[in-house]
């Protein structure tokens, strides 16, 4: 009898599996690093805490230095879409956080691509604010649901902002 997970026998060809970052991060904060997390809003409708300091102080008590809202890079990335929008240089503005709709336009839609607002992630800017911030040294996770985000954070445009997801 197999269990509800698939051996390797059982995927099929080419089947994407997901390489967990968990050990990495424990090992970051077990060997001292500065470590913090960079949490999307999604996780108040998945957790089941009462108030969001609890959220932050788990995290904390886990090893994590600090732990941030990636709302916080949200602000910076509508600022550039502001200005995108004042400064009237793009005809058409494709404007998305998503790294996958980015994905599938820079890889089956390539004539868009100058359409493709150049303006990163909620995660990528959170990511380059909180080196800016504390030090290129630190270790920034982000903790969401979006899967999509671990190729993005690995993505050699970004250097490097992203240590984990």
């Known amino acids: 009898m197999h269990s509800l997970r698939p051996l390797p026998e059982d995927l099929p060809q080419s089947a994407k599996t997901l390489k967990s970052d968990l050990d990495m991060v424990k090992g970051l904060i077990r060997e001292g690093h500065r470590v913090v997390a960079s949490i999307a809003p999604a996780y108040m409708g998945l957790l089941k805490y009462k108030t969001i300091g609890q959220v932050r ?3 904390m008590r886990l090893g994590f230095e600090d732990v941030r809202e990636t709302s916080e890079g949200a602000a910076f990335v509508t600022a550039e879409y502001a200005k995108l929008l004042k400064e009237r240089r793009m005809e058409n503005i494709i404007t998305t956080c998503c790294p996958s709709v980015n994905d599938l336009v820079e890889i089956y839609y390539p004539q868009l691509i100058p359409s493709l607002a150049p303006v990163v992630s909620p995660m990528i ?14 270790k920034v996770v ?3 649901p979006c899967i999509a985000k671990k190729k993005e954070s690995r993505d050699s445009r970004h250097d490097e902002c992203i240590d984990a997801v």
Do not use: I, T, W
């Open 142 to 144: 982000f903790l969401g």
């Open 125 to 138: 800017a959170h990511g380059k604010l909180l080196k800016e911030e504390l030090g290129r040294e630190v």
């Open 57 to 59: 102080c788990a995290l």
